[in-house]
């Protein structure tokens, strides 16, 4: 299968590193120092080094280099300031092409189908903890890895081979996947938001890893996750009843020491993903008038701090 991704960091060059391992032509969009790398040596996973099919920094270039690819899959991160879908919808070579949207964000699904159309996204959810060690180098730490997907409520999207090919793609690849067709994927997409978002928002105001969030922690980390719940389903999405202590026993589930990217970025000073994650659920939650104070007293104290 030829598949195209914008982005090659550890979300994007990780599981378009596993694909490319499987036997499928890949093709990155990437910049910089990691671009570099991707045509010198190829993706380091960990020690082992795959040579992607094709690497450049454009859409419309790697589109001239590979041909029109079967599936698109978008593993940018949502940052401010960052054009999110590069210059994806100004290719008039890809129109009709799926597009796989892997943000860990609420709205950003939906910015997607305003760009693309409703029918042509696919909302996804991935699970991974995943370090960037340098240019095109990640490694997986324990854990999941797995990348559940399908299109937006209320969108009856066209019955796709590619759509079934990418499905199988996946588990060939050894990536776990479930594809949700009639608009269920956003009950996971919220899941994951209860969880990704709260413990990246809180681990970086208190400067600590899981293992503290969940220990010492444990109810400012629930009532984060009650407001993400309260905001969900204000918007109409169906949590389960008990999602917040799923929830909570996933997180009990991880490694001690791990943190999230988010969690990451804000403390290094880097551009991050706090507005787009906390931002877009309190955005949300606002849209249907549900309060969201333990959320803004988070993102308003982080971005006074850092």
Same mark, same amino acid.
């Given at each position: ?12 060059g990780y599981y ?22 991707l045509r010198e ?14 690497? !450049? ?111 199988? !793609? ?62 969900g389903r204000g ?5 389960? !009843? ?65």
């Open positions: 299968m030829k598949i195209m991704i914008l982005g090659a960091g550890a979300v994007g378009g590193g596993k694909l490319q391992q499987a036997g499928h032509e890949v093709g990155f969009i990437a910049r910089g120092a990691t671009l570099e790398a040596r190829g993706l380091d996973l960990g020690g082992k080094v795959v040579a992607p099919s094709w690497a !450049a920094e454009s859409a419309a270039e790697l589109v001239q280099a590979m041909g029109t690819p079967e599936v698109i899959i978008v593993a940018s991160k949502a940052l401010p300031g960052n054009a999110t879908f590069g210059d994806l919808p100004q290719v008039d070579e890809l129109a009709g092409v799926p597009v796989v949207t892997t943000h860990n964000s609420v709205e950003t699904h939906y910015e997607a189908a305003r760009l693309f159309g409703d029918e042509r996204v696919f909302a996804a959810v991935i699970r991974a903890y995943l370090t960037r060690t340098g240019p095109a180098e990640i490694r997986l730490n324990p854990g999941p890895l797995s990348l559940n997907f399908g299109p937006l409520p209320g969108v009856r999207a066209p019955e796709l081979d590619a759509v079934g090919r990418f499905h199988a !793609a996946l588990h060939a690849a050894g990536i776990d996947s479930e594809y949700f067709p009639d608009g269920e994927i956003m009950v996971d997409v919220w899941s994951k938001a209860m969880f990704v978002a709260t413990t990246g928002a809180l681990g970086a105001l208190a400067g600590r890893p899981m293992g503290v969030l969940r220990t010492e922690l444990r109810p400012q980390l629930r009532g984060l996750m009650d407001e993400v719940a309260a905001a918007c109409g999405v169906a949590l389960p !009843a008990d999602i917040v202590d799923r929830t909570l026993a996933f997180a009990d589930e991880q490694y001690a020491e791990a943190t999230s990217s988010m969690h990451r970025d804000i403390e290094a000073g880097l551009p991050n993903e706090l507005d787009a994650q906390i931002g877009a659920v309190r955005r949300m939650a606002a849209s249907v008038e549900v309060g969201t104070p333990l959320l803004d007293y988070t993102q308003a104290v982080l971005e006074a701090r850092f």
